[in-house]
């Protein structure tokens, strides 16, 4: 018996994805899998892919079509958050048999479907990664992990033991626990990143995070990769691990060490909530 | 009678001060008040104004100076969030006596002082903006409020009516409403400001705040000015009125248009909660 190959469906939740790297990223998932790139992820208005509606319905669409085994999010760059009064009471049961992969603005969204319990939802490599150096490797993890057929080796490491984990974008986790809509992450081990924030603002969204009701149900936090940090006019005098520790241990808060994330072609996945065996 | 010179104690709960402001500031004072320079505006440790410790001890030591008619913060710039949890505790009978000024990162503090009723609380210009083309007049608008001699000439116009306000710079209380320091926003009419921020940055911030339980408790918007936007790669397709506008319809806040309030030297004075009549 030939099983089927694995059929993924890409949406653009923020800004548009340029053809060339669907192209691209099709070339290197080869035989392994399907892409099914929705005509919205190459529209463009304003700063986003489409108006809030377009993108909202190709979401709505992509999640409920039962062909598909899994949602892969194109690209962040800011936009996920305006389709969450948008799409998700129109989520039905084929939405619940999928699973979900992105990271950074499409957090917001990621969030939202661990909140309401919808598919296997995890944090990890998206097809605009394909544009970094060694990009091929991050896309090819990706593909892995939606097909299968390597789901394993690109997990990152300290989530593979038992447990309950979680991953978010600092900046993105630092907007929802502000909101009704802030996950919930009780008894789980949060993994954060980010990128291109001076070392002021990651210590005032690290502030946020460990002051919040939200984070301080946790039960321990890891600092993934926060990219290149612009240099300011005078050294802020931490490092963002030391930033990350002074708050946790300010607000009682378990600080684990690093975690293997961030916004470069090294970033691994982190499965949402209790890791389910893989297909 | 002659009543006595009003005396204004300053602190720097973020990043330090240069000590040609004070002279600046002090000559423009004249004879209208006695400014104090704590000694702590002037250290230096990495980012901030001297060690976390420092400039607490500061601002709790002259808060609770009954000598000081008033607390004037010199400068934002980072870092007043660090305080929330060393400096309140201690504030007494002489703190609650007295006027608090500032804005952009000091909005840390004053709303917590308005969360504990101590004092009363106004967002207005510091010292620091004497920095500013045409800043001396902004100096001499909060030297008139914090004396009393002045005190409804600089006062923000839509805010004379009877009523209760609140203003703060958008980026402090999107980072407050997220945590256990929020302060109660209920039936104020709130006035918002910002600097310097992508579009794409203050149309998630205002997300923040609109979809936050604590700025949905509020009378109404008022949107001040948002400083220079920096240009990004792709023109947002929304100005900052129309942000404000479509977050606030979206969840139900009236949206009451523009504020006299800003990073710059036009910057008015809101006073905090119920107003009281001046001195």
Redesign the interface.
Known sequence: MTQRKTRIGIVAPGRALDQSIAARVTAVAGNSAELVFHPQCFLS????AGPDGARADAFAKFANDPSLDAIWFARGG?GA??L??LAFERLGEAARAKTYLGYSDTGFLLAQLAKRGIGRVAHGPMPADILREGGEAAVRRAIGFLTGADSEAGVEPSTRAPGKYAAFNI?VL?????????PDLAGHTLLIEDVGEY??RL??LI???T????VRSVVGIRLGRCGPIPV?D?????TEAEIAAYWCQ?NGIPYLGRADIGHDAENKIVVFGDRRPSA
């Open positions: 208005h304003g700063h986003f800011y958050c305006r969450l009064d900046s630092a907007s929802l626990t502000g909101t009704v809509h802030a070392h002021y210590d005032r502030f946020i995070l002051n919040s009701e939200t300011n005078v050294d802020f005098g931490m300010k």
